[in-house]
């Protein structure tokens, strides 16, 4: 598929950080202008406008590529960004796409997402995707246009307070008021986004700085010196940790998002087969540690697995990494693990004690921690033996084996979704990217496709965004071009933002989405079916009754390919035909019953004890056995 905008193989762009800049700048009567000189090696100042500063400072933080949209105030910035042989520009369809695409792009390499919208109306369309990537710790950076600085205040034509508006839900944000200050800003919002906790970071830059011409010098000076997030943890604290797990009798480890920002994966896997200790792995964390490993007992929270649910209810310690004791996994937090000591290990210090205290508390980055942990245990292992916890093992082993994950084919013969996704996990496999919206889907792929390897989930968690999965792809598919995406999505989610499939065919990300057509909003229709007497109030959305709209149609016309699968006999073979087609994106309508739930469950506003393992089913555990479990 040929992109909008010719470009040159990237091997063929690959360039020194002291290539020519910018093909040319506008003069003031609107003529095209000689091409200014390039810095020299040593940093020496070079004039350029702000514009032409904002995409050289871009491409010195090592941007790849920038999600957006052009209009009026951000103007200046795509003129030089035509000529950019390091930053490839990807024209998506709104500007709540960019910001997904961003995050995408961030949770499956690692590396900072970047989006770009002009003022008032494109900057406000980014508030979603920026309140999403905040509650979920995205480092991601946003560029908007603003009006000039003399119109600032004035309720100019398309103004907003973009700083203001966003200032709780970005970890900071800049109102640029100086040409000069473009470098240091750009370079302090990158170190900002991917340090310490990451986050989304915000700079507005008013038209007129962007028109200014400016000393451009690279590198630039940071100045954040209020700004030092701890990395090594304190040795007394992992100490102390090591101690609790020597003495423990039923731990857990809780593994949260914070995991895979740290890279600390490999350590982690360590830890936890050095201490034989069962491992829970929240949404966020899926990939964190295989499922494939026998110490994994799944997800924990309202929709997690029995025996990893149970396990964290019934423990006498806790080993939280990267978490937060966010109520989906908690449950009634008066009544969540009252026998457990908490060991809270996180790089924010604000995380711990917020929820649960914490009765060792360990700020640090979780690789730094998960090292000295392991040195720590070992000490520990030495004077007292191998930690084996048997009767724990016992137990787990006993809730894995009666309530294990599992579903029902709908009575009147319809094709189950579970099924369908389980499929999708097993035909493309471990080495693709899957990518959710937000709901019954969302659950069923956490908890029926099998995670093996870090980044290789990528959801909307903490603020639980609709619409997330298929721009979540594209942001995915960009970051590693050669590998297999997969945006699992509902029917309802799917038509908030299924415009970027035109952005998608054309710009070249082959992405599968897997539309679970049930018909419905189906997580509401889920709750209105068990808490409301099943009056279902506005949740039929017609793409049942009246296929309206028709997506294999739908995908054809935004130059995807459209399949439909209605049967259990077609599933593989339209999975198979979808893996097949890599020149554009692929849409498959997959027509699911409407009355499929997903189980287990924790009610919202009750206890982990009230689980339940499907309806009327709740399991009993046995407290005098578990009381009694020995290491």
């Known amino acids: 598929m040929t992109s909008a905008t010719s470009r040159s193989p990237r091997s063929e762009r690959e360039t020194t950080g002291t290539e020519d800049l910018p093909a040319h700048t506008a003069t003031p009567n609107g003529q095209q202008g000689s091409r200014p000189k390039p810095a020299p090696p040593a940093g020496a100042p070079v004039r350029l406008t702000g514009a032409q500063s904002l995409v050289?400072?871009?491409?010195?933080?090592?941007?790849?590529?920038?999600?957006?949209?052009?209009?009026?105030?951000?103007?200046?910035?795509?003129?030089?960004?035509?000529?950019?042989?390091?930053?490839?520009?990807?024209?998506?369809?709104?500007?709540?796409?960019?910001?997904?695409?961003?995050?995408?792009?961030?949770?499956?390499?690692?590396?900072?997402?970047?989006?770009?919208?002009?003022?008032?109306?494109?900057?406000?369309?980014?508030?979603?995707?920026?309140?999403?990537?905040?509650m979920d710790s995205i480092p991601i950076v946003a560029v908007t246009g603003q009006q000039s600085r003399a119109l600032i205040g004035t309720d100019a034509f398309q103004e907003a307070d973009i700083c203001g508006i966003t200032l709780p839900i970005t970890k900071h944000n800049y109102l640029v008021t100086d040409p000069a200050d473009i470098p240091r800003v750009i370079a302090e919002a990158f170190h900002l986004a991917s340090t310490g906790r990451p986050g989304p970071v915000l700079v507005d830059i008013p038209k007129d700085v962007l028109q200014e011409t400016t000393s451009f010098v690279w590198p630039p000076d940071r100045q954040l010196p209020g700004y030092r997030p701890t990395l090594r943890p304190h040795g007394k604290q992992v100490r102390e940790a090591?101690?609790?797990?020597?003495?423990?009798?039923?731990?857990?480890?809780?593994?949260?998002?914070?995991?895979?920002?740290?890279?600390?994966?490999?350590?982690?896997?360590?830890?936890?087969?050095?201490?034989?200790?069962?491992?829970?792995?929240?949404?966020?964390?899926?990939?964190a540690f295989p499922d494939s490993h026998p110490q994994n007992l799944g997800m924990p929270g309202m929709h997690g697995a029995v025996a990893a649910v149970a396990a964290m209810q019934r423990s006498d310690l806790i080993l939280a990494l990267g978490a937060r004791f966010d109520d989906r996994v908690t449950g009634q937090l008066s009544t969540f693990a009252p026998e457990a000591a908490i060991v809270h290990a996180d790089i924010d210090p604000a995380e711990i004690s917020k929820n649960r205290k914490a009765?060792?508390?360990?700020?640090?980055?979780?690789?730094?921690?998960?090292?000295?942990?392991?040195?720590?245990?070992?000490?520990?292992?030495?004077?007292?033996?191998?930690?084996?916890?048997?009767?724990?093992?016992?137990?787990?082993?006993?809730?894995?084996?009666?309530?294990?994950?599992?579903?029902?084919?709908?009575?009147?013969?319809?094709?189950?979704?579970?099924?369908?996704?389980e499929r999708i996990g097993q035909l493309a496999g471990p080495e693709a990217l899957y990518t959710a919206g937000v709901g019954q889907h969302q659950m069923w792929a956490a908890q029926f496709i099998r995670y093996e390897h870090p980044r290789s989930w990528i959801n909307s968690g903490g603020l639980g965004t609709m619409g997330f999965a298929v721009p979540a792809a594209m942001g995915a598919q960009f970051g590693h071009p050669g590998k297999e995406v997969w945006a699992i999505d509902g029917d309802g989610c799917f038509q908030m933002t299924n415009q970027e499939l035109a952005t998608c065919a054309i710009e070249g990300a082959p992405i599968k989405v897997a539309v679970i057509n049930n018909g419905n909003l189906g997580m509401v229709r889920q709750w209105q079916n068990l808490f409301y007497a099943e009056r279902y109030s506005q949740t039929d959305l017609g793409t049942h009754a009246h296929r309206i709209p028709d997506f294999a149609l739908l995908a054809e016309s935004l130059g995807c390919a459209g399949l439909r699968c209605e049967t259990k006999d077609e599933v593989d073979d339209v999975i198979q035909r979808a893996r097949e087609i890599t020149d554009r994106p692929v849409v498959i309508d997959f027509v699911v019953g409407k009355d499929a739930q997903v189980w287990p469950m924790v009610a919202a506003g009750t206890g982990n004890d009230e689980i339940m393992a499907a309806r009327g089913i709740r399991p009993l555990f046995d407290d005098d056995e578990a009381e009694g479990a020995q290491r």
């Open 242 to 287: 090591a101690g609790l797990i020597a003495k423990s009798h039923r731990p857990v480890l809780y593994l949260g998002g914070g995991v895979l920002k740290a890279g600390a994966a490999d350590g982690l896997r360590e830890l936890a087969e050095l201490t034989n200790i069962p491992v829970v792995t929240t949404l966020m964390a899926r990939g």
């Open 359 to 421: 009765d060792v508390p360990i700020v640090g980055d979780c690789k730094e921690i998960i090292t000295e942990l392991l040195s720590a245990v070992r000490a520990e292992q030495e004077g007292d033996g191998a930690m084996g916890f048997t009767s724990w093992w016992d137990q787990l082993n006993s809730w894995r084996e009666t309530f294990p994950l599992g579903y029902d084919w709908p009575a009147d013969g319809a094709l189950s979704p579970q099924h369908v996704i």
């Open 56 to 134: 050289r400072s871009l491409e010195s933080v090592g941007t790849e590529v920038v999600f957006g949209i052009p209009g009026g105030t951000i103007l200046p910035a795509y003129d030089p960004l035509l000529d950019s042989t390091k930053v490839r520009h990807v024209l998506v369809r709104h500007e709540q796409g960019a910001g997904h695409a961003a995050t995408g792009y961030a949770q499956a390499t690692g590396k900072v997402g970047v989006c770009m919208a002009t003022s008032g109306p494109g900057a406000t369309n980014l508030v979603t995707p920026l309140a999403d990537a905040h």
